[in-house]
């Protein structure tokens, strides 16, 4: 047999694996394997109680916003039925304030029409004193005018106390 490259080769191979084995370079590679093994088992480990953590705060958020827009909707529907109701309350005391307004402009209208009649009925009886008391005058027969005046006189008090009253 031939002492050749290969047989060196062979040889240099067994003497390489022998010193890899002395030097326990393949426990240290398995170790360390291992080791980056648990490391990246962990990261997960960690990564997986992230993602639950990041699901519970993104249902508590999702369970909060629900919550605010719940409010939300009872504070508008709060609000819109005060606002209607103030509407109501306003619209009804306007409508009484222009009753009340009506109701005194009508007594006003009325006390003027009652004034005015009144105005007119005492103008009236002033005019017909005085024609009566020309006529009287101007009469010739003085018992006459003085029996006529009296029996004018006594009906004119006794109608301005009737429209008096």
Known sequence: MAIDATFWVAISFFIFCGVLVYL??????NNSLTDKINEIQKELEEAEKL????KN????????IDKSKKETKEII???KKESEKAII?????????IEERKKSTEQKIVQLKENALNDIKN???KIS????????????DKNKLENLYNKS?????????QTKA
């Open 24 to 29: 326990k370079i393949p426990q240290k590679i």
């Open 51 to 54: 993602k639950e953590e990041a």
């Open 57 to 64: 705060l993104f249902s508590d958020y999702e369970n909060k």
């Open 77 to 79: 529907n709060t609000a």
């Open 89 to 97: 309350e306003k619209t009804k005391k306007f409508h009484q304030i």
């Open 123 to 125: 103008i009236s009886i």
């Open 129 to 140: 004193i005085e024609a009566v008391e020309n006529l009287i005058k101007n009469s010739i």
């Open 153 to 161: 006189l006594e009906q004119a008090k006794i109608a301005l106390k």
